[in-house]
């Protein structure tokens, strides 16, 4: 129900409304109603994030800002998860929303907002250890596959797709961030809480795997084994060349087939999930080191690391001529680059988000002045809002993804007020942010249920309240 629906048929009038502290602590406010399930259809239940909430809505005086941070904040857990035990081992089957399917991406992005609180509320350590044991699994059956299915034995709608496809996987698009965001979990997971049990033997093959997959995807000697196609009208969802993509020089970069979008890159070598692969292989090969002693294997990874970063350095540097040196979105290593950027995570407005710039890195502000300007060509510029897109649901639709990354890498309080300004004037009255809208109408939307974009929205809100939460009075 819009808000102004609900306030024709309640009766509230715009003109002497009473404002009462219970009607708020209650969740409903001028219209605000929880759009949560109700508590007997959440899928998971935690005091923490309950008690997160409960203090936000406390504090944060506007009420709208701490309605939407309750919709937003616990979607995930309100409705994507699917936990058991299996043994003594905990278990976590996270889809991304309205597609029943677990994206290692989507999945490790979900829960990360709630790492903060796992010493305090066991069961939300469980959740995110189960979904650490369950990744493991997903990247030993096919490290080359971006989304799983819960039924190991399910043939899903894109079976047909040539490639390698295995019954239990839902998609099988290579991106480079699939095998990165699982090594993020791991690695401030084990930080966070110091438990290492699910870093297992089964843990170390898939890191071993990792290695072997990201080797072979730079291509030095050969293509790899990896291809793919689909018959389709979309040709971002397929790649030329009988499957392989577009040729590129070796120079040390990993290939990317795809984008974080699962959309094809047009050059394979994408730099910002080349930057998120060298911090993880550096965060890997700690782990390896400090838990399992597997000094050999660590410097393997942390030689790749050094290699991937120094092609970035040589590689993927471009003299723009009105943003100077900035990094290129994706190169062939021929000397052919792409300039654009996407909304999806890794883009290059999140490096710093991902720990592999500093924001005030020269090149990083240069680029992300160039990728927050409609000189890229992904930035939309209209009557609701502006910001970036991507090439994955069309012309002139911005990603609230895009404005909150905007918001989380700012060192500006008044561009972090102005994102958050704009998340609150394009949810379109539903109480949740979606994956994209138009430009000019915010009515105009995809995607009523993307949990991923929903709780890192409540990730930004409560950054902001815990730093700066003098931004919040908007």
């Keep these: 129900m819009k808000r102004n629906e609900f306030l024709k048929t309640t009766g509230i009038l715009t003109g002497g409304i009473v404002l009462n ?4 602590a209650s969740g409903m406010l001028a219209g605000y109603t929880s759009q949560r399930p109700p508590l007997a259809k959440r899928h998971f239940y935690s005091k923490s994030v309950e008690a997160m909430i409960k203090e936000f809505k406390k504090n944060v005086k506007n009420p709208e800002l701490g309605w939407l941070f309750e919709n937003c904040f616990p979607n995930t857990l309100d409705t994507t998860v699917y936990f058991e035990m299996k043994g003594n081992k905990p278990d976590s089957y996270i889809i991304t929303g309205d597609i029943d399917a677990m994206w290692l ?50 043939l899903g709608e894109w079976k047909t797709d040539e490639t390698t496809m295995l019954p239990g996987v839902h998609e099988r698009k290579w991106e480079i961030d699939s095998l990165c965001y699982p090594i993020r979990l791991a690695y401030h997971y084990w930080k966070t809480s110091k438990d290492q049990s699910p870093f297992d033997e089964e843990w170390v093959k898939a890191i071993r795997l990792t290695l072997k997959v990201f080797k072979e995807q730079q291509r030095k000697d ?25 040729p590129v020089k070796p120079n040390g970069l990993i290939c990317s087939m795809f984008r974080p979008s699962d959309d094809a890159t047009i050059y394979p070598f994408l730099i910002p999930s080349n930057f998120f692969a ?62 654009m950027d996407d909304a999806n995570v890794p883009s290059l407005v999140s490096l710093p988000y991902l720990d592999a710039v500093e ?17 890229n060509p992904f930035y939309f510029k209209g009557k609701a809002a502006a910001g970036v897109g991507g090439p994955h649901v069309g012309q002139d ?20 007020k102005e994102s958050i300004q704009l998340l609150m004037k394009t949810h379109a009255d539903t109480g949740f942010v979606h994956e994209s809208f138009h430009k000019d109408d915010a009515t105009n939307f995809t995607r009523k249920w993307f949990a991923w974009a929903n709780t890192i929205f409540g990730e930004f809100l409560w950054k902001i309240y815990q730093e700066k939460p003098h931004l919040l009075k908007v």
């Design 105 to 154: 991406r989507d999945s490790s992005a979900q829960v990360w907002p709630y790492l903060p609180e796992i010493n305090k509320d066991r069961p939300l350590k469980d959740l995110v250890a189960g979904l650490i044991n369950r990744q493991t699994q997903y990247i030993l059956k096919d490290p080359y596959a971006n989304a799983f299915y819960k039924d190991e034995n399910k």
């Design 21 to 24: 502290k219970f009607a708020y």
């Design 222 to 246: 050969n293509l790899g084994p990896y291809h793919f196609r689909r018959e389709t009208l979309k040709p971002t969802d397929t790649l030329p060349m009988m499957g392989y993509g577009f």
């Design 397 to 416: 639709m911005v990603w609230p993804l895009g404005i909150i990354m905007r918001g989380l890498t700012s060192t500006n309080d008044q561009e972090i």
């Design 278 to 339: 060298v911090v993880s292989l550096k965060q890997a090969a700690i782990m390896l080191k400090e838990i399992h002693q597997q000094n050999s294997l660590a410097q393997e990874l942390n030689d790749l690391a050094s290699e991937v970063a120094s092609a970035i350095q040589e590689h993927a540097i471009v003299k723009h001529p009105k943003y100077g040196e900035m990094y290129a979105f994706e190169i062939n290593g021929m000397g052919s680059y792409n300039l």
């Design 359 to 375: 924001p005030s890195d020269p090149i990083y502000i240069n680029t992300r002045n160039y990728c927050l300007s409609e000189d």
